[in-house]
């Protein structure tokens, strides 16, 4: 599996951005997928997670970004989305795209499949 991360950029402080995450695979409708991101000096943290679509109540977010961040996918163009609103300086980090085989525990689960990320720089 192939992930390729776009969408990040500068944007002031209230602002928003959409990351995108294209993947390949044939299989990509069974496998969860998150966002993590690394800010300078500070280790990988989790940011948001999706499971596979026919599961309820499917996505997790980070406490730091719930209500401001939405995580979604569209299986039919194995893409998943990372929609950014009221953006911080402190959301400032590259931002990973990633992928579990396996449809469960996509919030503490360990990831199999990383991409090459991508910076969101977040101005006061």
């Known amino acids: 599996v192939q992930l390729v991360e776009s969408g990040g950029g500068l944007v002031q402080a209230g602002g928003s951005l959409r990351l995108s995450c294209a993947a390949s695979g044939r299989t990509f409708s069974n496998y969860a997928m998150g966002w993590f991101r690394q800010a300078p000096g500070k280790e990988r943290e989790f940011v948001a997670a999706?499971?596979?679509?026919?599961?309820?109540?499917?996505?997790y977010y980070a406490d730091s970004v719930k209500g401001r961040f939405t995580i979604s996918r569209d299986d039919a163009k194995n893409t998943i989305y990372l929609q950014m609103n009221s953006l911080k300086p402190e959301d400032t980090a590259v931002y990973y795209c990633?992928?579990?085989?396996?449809?469960?525990?996509?919030?503490?689960?360990?990831?199999?499949?990383w991409g090459q990320g991508t910076q969101v720089t977040v101005s006061s």
């Open positions: 999706i499971t596979v679509s026919l599961i309820v109540g499917n996505t």
């Open positions: 990633a992928a579990r085989e396996s449809p469960h525990n996509a919030r503490f689960g360990s990831y199999d499949y």
